[in-house]
């Protein structure tokens, strides 16, 4: 079964930081592309920022460039989001997910999702 | 940037009757076209993608149909379990986008 379980969100004042973290299993880690997509609260969604299979494609939504990185540990089976600069803008649940193809030139169809944490920016 | 229209915002209906869900895209996303559900509390959860292939699990009341730039997500008899928002979601060029929803209630 698969399972994405994120940590990390809580309460920041603007211009400060947080590292949201995602830890999977049931699934070959390794061989898929990880996803951050965000809802702020009562709102849609938004994709936020993607990583291929190896860490070496990424993506980033033009709003959070320069201020988050995203990375993995493939021998530990986590995904993480490094948010700098906060902006109240960015208050949301973010969710962890899990790529359907193995492969990032089909990547963009996630099929398993995290519950989600939630990160609020705040003063 | 591609931008998805859904309609309706809102589509009242009653357990039973058939759901017809539309979107449309500002250009063309070929069949890259995919429907979530979500549920109030719930995280998203994949129905449709590439505009017609169910997830796994999914059962065959959901379909999914279109291309180019409009796409009709139907449910061909509403299960309580049924009234959620749904969400359209292009993957064929980024930055990836989502439809703002609508939302299925009960009548």
């Known amino acids: 079964e698969v399972q994405l379980l994120e940590s990390g969100g809580g309460l920041v004042q603007p211009g400060g930081s947080l590292r949201l973290s995602c830890a999977a299993s049931?699934?070959?880690?390794?061989?898929?592309?990880m996803t951050w997509v965000r809802q702020a609260p009562g709102k849609g969604l938004e994709w936020v920022s993607t990583l291929g299979e190896t860490g070496v494609n990424t993506y980033y939504v033009d709003s959070v460039k320069g201020r988050f990185t995203i990375s993995r540990d493939n021998s530990k089976n986590t995904l993480h989001l490094q948010m700098n600069s906060l902006r109240a803008e960015d208050t949301a649940i973010y969710y962890c997910?899990?790529?359907?193809?193995?492969?990032?030139?089909?990547?963009?169809?996630?099929?398993?999702w995290g519950q989600g944490t939630l990160v609020t920016v705040s003063s | 940037e591609i931008v998805l229209t859904q309609s309706p915002a809102t589509l009242s209906l009653s357990p039973g009757e058939r759901a017809t869900l539309s979107c449309r895209a500002s250009?063309?996303?070929?069949?890259?076209l995919a429907w979530y559900q979500q549920k109030p509390g719930q995280a998203p959860r994949l129905l449709i993608y590439?505009?017609?292939n169910r997830a796994t699990g999914i059962p065959a009341r959901f379909s999914g149909s279109g291309s180019g730039t409009d796409f009709t997500l139907t449910i061909s008899s509403l299960e309580p379990e049924d009234f959620a928002v749904y969400y359209c979601?292009?993957?064929?060029?980024?930055?990836?986008?989502f439809g703002p929803g609508t939302k299925v209630d009960i009548k």
């Open positions: 049931g699934f070959s880690f390794s061989d898929y592309a």
């Open positions: 590439d505009t017609s």
């Open positions: 250009q063309s996303v070929s069949s890259f």
């Open positions: 979601h292009q993957r064929s060029n980024w930055p990836f986008s």
């Open positions: 997910a899990k790529d359907r193809r193995g492969n990032w030139k089909y990547v963009g169809t996630v099929d398993y």
